[in-house]
């Protein structure tokens, strides 16, 4: 660190500047994080193999989900506003593959990727989006209302930053009732920006919860870039100030994030440390709500995006597994997706009586 005095010939003050040394990536590492985690380097050939089948399934599941769904929009049968994850289903995917079936994720408006990465039942996700009442919110939510409880799903929102408190309340029973799941809560960088983001982080801290916190960063809240909304980029040196574990994860690393998680789940079920949070690096292709690109907006260029396409995390998983494995998977994948618009445009939609249930709580 360098401590500079100096007189601004503009101004009859004196000025003290504290700068520090330039680094050519920001320090990823925890304040405290256990080294107990198996990596994948570290897994056998099976093990590997077993791991990157997993984890392109999930993968190209969800980028052949929302490509289906970005075909369907202008036809007017999907009923709700989308918000597509393609570009960022690694996040999704390598946080869920270190889960639990009996941990619990909340989430935000744009949750395709989580629904699908959580084990969400894609019947019901696409008969949502066609408003029908086999939907997994009976028609009545939409894509950004997700919601599968068997599964783990406890909700996603429209409304930024809600989920965060949701969540956090949430790990706050699973401690008071000594049980072994924890909870996962995703939002945005956006919501980052909220008051209720800072609450939420402190009282997790404070009472040392069983939950995971999950930012997305794809650097623009709708078309509001990062830097036009912070002073600075240091969401992680941010954090830690609560006392809490963070770290950056770069580049939409899906096994660097499979990593990370799995560290982290393991040191909080074993009550070694805990809450944690990372900051994932990723990019949205499509534009902010609808199924196309967006770059003639001119808030972002298709030059920023291109090395995020580039650095594509199913193609990149598609060349780590054989090829008929990636074959079989892609022919299931397809399979179950035909089925699943099937079963929406064959489903009914809600009754007018509809309208009345689920409002309140009934004895």
């Given at each position: 660190?360098?401590?500079?005095?100096?007189?601004?010939?503009?101004?009859p003050?004196?000025?003290?500047?504290?700068?520090?040394?330039?680094?050519?990536?920001?320090?990823?590492?925890?304040?405290?994080?256990?080294?107990?985690a198996?990596?994948?380097?570290?897994?056998?050939?099976?093990?590997k193999?077993?791991?990157?089948?997993?984890?392109?399934?999930?993968?190209?599941?969800?980028?052949?989900?929302?490509?289906?769904?970005?075909?369907?929009?202008?036809?007017?049968?999907?009923?709700?506003?989308?918000?597509?994850?393609?570009?960022?289903?690694?996040?999704?995917?390598?946080?869920?593959?270190?889960?639990?079936?009996?941990?619990?994720?909340?989430g935000?408006?744009?949750?395709?990727?989580?629904?699908?990465?959580?084990?969400?039942?894609?019947?019901?996700?696409?008969?949502?989006?066609?408003?029908?009442i086999?939907?997994?919110?009976?028609?009545?939510?939409?894509?950004?209302?997700?919601?599968?409880?068997?599964?783990?799903?406890?909700?996603?929102?429209?409304?930024?930053?809600?989920?965060?408190?949701?969540?956090?309340?949430?790990?706050?029973?699973?401690?008071?009732?000594?049980?072994?799941?924890?909870?996962?809560?995703?939002?945005?960088d956006?919501?980052?920006?909220?008051?209720?983001?800072?609450?939420?982080?402190?009282?997790?801290?404070?009472?040392?919860?069983?939950?995971?916190?999950?930012?997305?960063?794809?650097?623009?809240?709708?078309?509001?870039?990062?830097?036009?909304?912070?002073?600075?980029?240091?969401?992680?040196?941010?954090?830690?100030?609560?006392?809490?574990?963070?770290?950056?994860?770069?580049?939409?690393?899906?096994?660097?994030?499979?990593?990370?998680?799995?560290?982290?789940?393991?040191?909080i079920?074993?009550?070694?440390?805990?809450?944690?949070?990372?900051?994932?690096?990723?990019?949205?292709?499509?534009?902010h709500?609808?199924?196309?690109?967006?770059?003639?907006?001119?808030?972002?260029?298709?030059?920023?995006?291109?090395?995020w396409?580039?650095?594509?995390?199913?193609?990149?998983?598609?060349?780590?597994?054989?090829?008929?494995?990636?074959?079989?998977?892609?022919?299931?994948?397809?399979?179950?997706?035909?089925?699943?618009?099937?079963?929406?445009?064959?489903?009914?939609?809600?009754?007018?009586?509809?309208?009345?249930?689920?409002?309140?709580?009934?004895e």
């Amino acid at each position: 660190m360098k401590l500079e005095i100096k007189w601004l010939h503009y101004m009859p003050h004196l000025c003290i500047s504290i700068s520090r040394p330039a680094q050519a990536k920001r320090d990823a590492t925890f304040m405290t994080l256990p080294k107990f985690a198996i990596t994948a380097t570290q897994l056998t050939t099976h093990e590997k193999s077993v791991l990157y089948n997993r984890l392109y399934r999930s993968l190209f599941r969800i980028r052949r989900v929302e490509e289906e769904i970005a075909r369907i929009y202008p036809t007017d049968k999907i009923k709700s506003p989308i918000h597509l994850s393609i570009g960022q289903e690694a996040v999704s995917v390598g946080v869920c593959a270190a889960l639990n079936p009996d941990d619990v994720v909340f989430g935000t408006y744009r949750g395709h990727a989580l629904y699908l990465a959580k084990g969400g039942d894609l019947n019901q996700m696409i008969a949502e989006l066609y408003g029908k009442i086999t939907g997994c919110a009976k028609g009545k939510g939409g894509s950004m209302h997700l919601v599968d409880v068997r599964h783990g799903i406890m909700g996603t929102s429209a409304v930024v930053g809600t989920t965060i408190p949701n969540a956090v309340g949430y790990a706050y029973a699973l401690k008071y009732q000594r049980k072994d799941a924890i909870v996962v809560s995703f939002f945005g960088d956006g919501a980052t920006d909220e008051g209720v983001f800072h609450e939420s982080i402190n009282f997790a801290t404070l009472k040392k919860l069983p939950i995971i916190f999950i930012c997305e960063n794809n650097r623009y809240a709708i078309h509001s870039p990062q830097w036009a909304r912070q002073p600075l980029d240091n969401l992680v040196e941010r954090v830690r100030t609560y006392g809490l574990s963070a770290a950056r994860i770069e580049d939409n690393d899906v096994l660097e994030i499979y990593e990370r998680v799995s560290t982290a789940a393991k040191a909080i079920r074993a009550k070694q440390s805990g809450p944690f949070l990372f900051e994932c690096m990723t990019y949205r292709w499509r534009e902010h709500v609808g199924p196309n690109e967006d770059f003639y907006l001119s808030y972002r260029s298709r030059s920023e995006a291109e090395p995020w396409i580039q650095n594509d995390q199913v193609q990149r998983l598609a060349a780590l597994i054989p090829p008929r494995d990636r074959q079989q998977i892609e022919s299931e994948v397809e399979s179950e997706i035909r089925q699943a618009f099937e079963f929406a445009e064959a489903s009914s939609f809600p009754a007018a009586s509809e309208l009345y249930t689920d409002v309140f709580k009934e004895e």
